[in-house]
Nanobody, 122 residues
């Protein structure tokens, strides 16, 4: 069974940077991604990466500010978040799937972490 454990969340000011990490264990995945959920809102796609080839995709709201990457040797996924805005405040979830190709829908992801809180103050 695959396990995902996020870390790196916290409270920062607008314009600051933060890096989230997600350590995996138990099995390999074809792709991994980050989603976020703000209070009272649905969970939304942030970014995804194909583990073997490194191909990435981003939500328009984070494009140019966030960077998803992975370290295969450490079995770790990262999300580098720069120029953070108050609207980026949410619980961020690491997710993974074993299906083929790029997926951006939460329903396509079979494995989920417990989430880490990111709060951006203005």
């Amino acid at each position: 069974q695959g396990q995902l454990v996020e870390s790196g969340g916290g409270l920062v000011q607008a314009g600051d940077s933060l890096r989230l990490s997600c350590t995996t264990s138990g099995r390999s995945f074809s792709s991994m991604g980050w989603f976020r959920q703000a209070p009272g809102k649905e969970r939304e796609f942030v970014a995804t990466i194909i583990w073997s080839g490194g191909y990435t995709a981003y939500a328009d709201s984070v494009k140019g500010r966030f960077t998803i990457s992975r370290d295969s040797a450490k079995n770790t996924l990262y999300l580098q978040m720069n120029t953070l805005k108050p609207e980026d405040t949410a619980v961020y979830y690491c997710a993974a799937h074993t299906r083929f190709g790029i997926r951006t829908s939460a329903t396509s992801f079979e494995y989920w972490g417990q989430g880490t809180q990111v709060t951006v103050s203005s």
